[in-house]
Every structure is written in C-alpha cells, then in structure tokens.
C-alpha cells in the first residue's frame, strides 16, 4: 500500500514563497509519477505539477509556470514544491499523489492517480 504524507503548508504574504514536501512509502517509485495537485473551495481539483520518476521529466500547470519548481530525491522517494511570487488565487489545500502507470497524456488528469495525501493548506494574503 502506499502513502504519501505532504508537509510545509501555511500562510504567506502576496509575493511570498512557501515548500512542500511529499514523502512516499510502501512501494517502489521506478515506474511511478508523483505530483501536486490543488483544489480551491468549490472549484476542481487542478493540476500543478508532476514528474515521471524512471525519467526524471517534469509537468507544470500553465498557472504556475515560472512560479513553482518541482524537485526529486530519488533516494528518499521525496517530491518538493517550491512555490515562489505566491498570489492569492493560488490559495487551495495541495495534495501529493502517485500514478502507478502513468503516461504521458494523462499526466494532469487527477483521474489518473490512484494514491493520495491528506493534503495541506496554503492561504495567499495579506
């Protein structure tokens, strides 16, 4: 089974930056992709970014490009998110995920991963 623990949400100013990290166990990740998903009170679950782990490749959200940077630690099976230039409209609760068979035109579909995090907040505001 696995499971993905996120950590590092909270609150922070317009223009701020914030780091999540994502942990995940009970399986190996070679074959995998993990990413970040996040979801604002009544609206969809929307993509942010993910990485295919046997290759390293990385997926952005266009809402996030050049703000947000995805990073691995292969040897942990850890994912991070470093957010940068915050806005408001990037407050939502995030969530880690894992897809187990992941390809590439599914990779920003949240119908496609099977696991999930409990996910954590981050409030934009000032």
């Known amino acids: 089974q696995v499971q993905l623990v996120e950590s590092g949400g909270g609150s922070v100013q317009p223009g701020g930056s914030l780091r999540l990290s994502c942990v995940g166990s009970?399986?190996?990740?070679?074959?995998?992709?993990m990413g970040w998903f996040r979801q604002a009170p009544g609206r969809e679950r929307e993509f942010v970014a993910a990485?295919?782990?046997?290759?390293?490749?990385?997926y952005y959200g266009d809402s996030v490009k050049g703000r947000f940077t995805l990073s691995r630690d292969k040897a942990k099976n850890t994912i991070d998110l470093q957010m940068n230039s915050l806005q408001s409209e990037d407050t939502a609760v995030y969530y880690c995920?894992?897809?187990?068979?992941?390809?590439?035109?599914?990779?920003?579909?949240?119908?496609?991963?099977?696991?999930w995090g409990q996910g954590t907040q981050v409030t934009v505001s000032s």
């Open positions: 009970g399986r190996s990740f070679a074959n995998y992709a």
């Open positions: 995920a894992a897809d187990t068979a992941p390809i590439q035109s599914t990779m920003s579909d949240h119908r496609a991963y099977e696991y």
């Open positions: 990485i295919r782990w046997y290759n390293g490749r990385i």
